[in-house]
Nanobody, 128 residues
Framework: VHLVESGGGLVQGGGSLRLSCTASGDNYFNYAYYAFGWFRQAPGKERKFVGA????????LVEDSVKGRFFISRDDAKSTVYLQMNNLRPEDTAVYYC???????????????????WGQGTQVTVSS
């Protein structure tokens, strides 16, 4: 499984960005069987969970510090997961990673070790 993130960049505080994560794989890859998570890692800090979407698009969550500002969605037709980030703050500056986990229909993984595949990351920088 290959994950490619895009959409990062430099934005002023209060601005918005939408990150995309497009998944692909071999002939046996089926995007619909995967849950996807977003994590971020700021310089000198540990990687942290941001949010996840399960196999059902209506099964998603984000962690408390981004609740009401960040939203996760998936487009099965495009094999793509999105992280819409609004009202960005300087503390949101980090490298953002997408991850995939082949899992059951209702599972919503929230820990890095639960995910089997990772993207290369995309830098998000929020200026004050």
């Amino acid at each position: 499984v290959h994950l490619v993130e895009s959409g990062g960049g430099l934005v002023q505080g209060g601005g918005s960005l939408r990150l995309s994560c497009t998944a692909s794989g071999d002939n046996y890859f089926n995007y619909a069987y995967y849950a996807f998570g977003w994590f971020r890692q700021a310089p000198g800090k540990e990687r942290k969970f941001v949010g996840a979407v399960g196999r059902r698009a209506d099964n998603s969550l984000v962690e408390d510090s981004v609740k009401g500002r960040f939203f996760i969605s998936r487009d099965d037709a495009k094999s793509t997961v999105y992280l819409q980030m609004n009202n960005l703050r300087p503390e949101d500056t980090a490298v953002y990673y997408c991850a995939a986990d082949r899992t059951g229909p209702w599972t919503l993984p929230q820990f890095g070790h639960e995910y089997d595949y990772w993207g290369q990351g995309t830098q998000v920088t929020v200026s004050s």
